[in-house]
């Protein structure tokens, strides 16, 4: 199913979500950043996380895991199902929001921190700018936004259909095989998506895989209000 451009939620995701089993582990840009910025934080109950389209919820199950009081949003029934069977499974509890990244059903600045963790990637760029408008209307003022979004070059960049500048669909190997819509961002195209905030702090992480026959190159973008 091929989705208009300015579409946020692709229905196939939702069939995504009912046939594939996802990580159980958070990737370590997560736990680094979450380290960093809000271990130290007393109580943990009252700091205040967002998972950005949360998918099969390892980041989620984290967060929770750690004693951050947690919401978490995805547009498929079946990954917040799948989310809330973890966490119970765990003892662990979060509120899940069915429904739009791009029309976030909270209230506006009310989370100390929004995480995402590959759900900007997989929409067309005018819906990503709608989302992270979003996030700076429900971050508090001073909170941050981790992205965590494949960089230009990355394995599949430039794989299946193009649809948009940078964004292709169907790839047929890689990361993002059998996956939909991915957008790769050249490190220039950051300021102007990730605008309005105070500041911008960018890494880069590669790793290599098949006997370094391929580069899974991604950034780590930390935003403050």
């Not at 109580?43 to 984290?62: E, I, K, M, Q, S």
């Not at 506006?108 to 819906?127: H, K, M, N, Q, Y």
Request: net charge negative; charged share 25%; with cysteine.
């Amino acid at each position: 199913m091929t989705k208009a451009l300015d579409q946020a939620w692709d229905p196939s995701w939702e069939k995504v979500h009912a046939a594939r089993e996802w990580g159980s582990y958070p990737d370590e840009a997560l736990i680094r950043f979450t380290a960093r910025h809000y271990y130290k934080a007393e109580p943990r109950a009252a700091v205040r996380f967002l998972d950005l389209g949360c998918g099969g919820g390892a980041a989620t199950w984290y967060l929770c895991r750690e004693g951050f009081d947690v919401s978490a949003i995805d547009g498929s029934k079946s990954a917040l199902a799948s989310v809330e069977r973890r966490l119970q499974r765990d003892g662990y509890s979060a509120n899940l929001a069915l429904g739009d990244v791009t029309a976030l059903p909270f209230e506006g600045r009310s989370f100390d921190c929004v995480v995402e963790i590959g759900c900007l990637t997989c929409l067309p760029r005018a819906a990503a700018v709608r989302a992270i408008d979003e996030v700076r209307r429900v971050l508090k003022p001073g909170g941050r936004l981790l992205s965590y979004t494949p960089a230009s070059g990355c394995w599949g960049d430039g794989l299946g259909r193009e649809v948009e500048a940078d964004t292709f669909d169907g790839a047929s190997e890689g990361p993002f095989a059998g996956l939909g819509l991915v957008r790769f961002i050249s490190e220039d195209q950051i300021p102007s998506l990730y605008s309005g905030f105070s500041s911008v702090a960018i890494d880069r992480v590669d790793r290599t895989v098949d006997e370094r026959k391929h580069t899974v190159s991604q950034w780590s973008i930390v935003c403050q209000l």
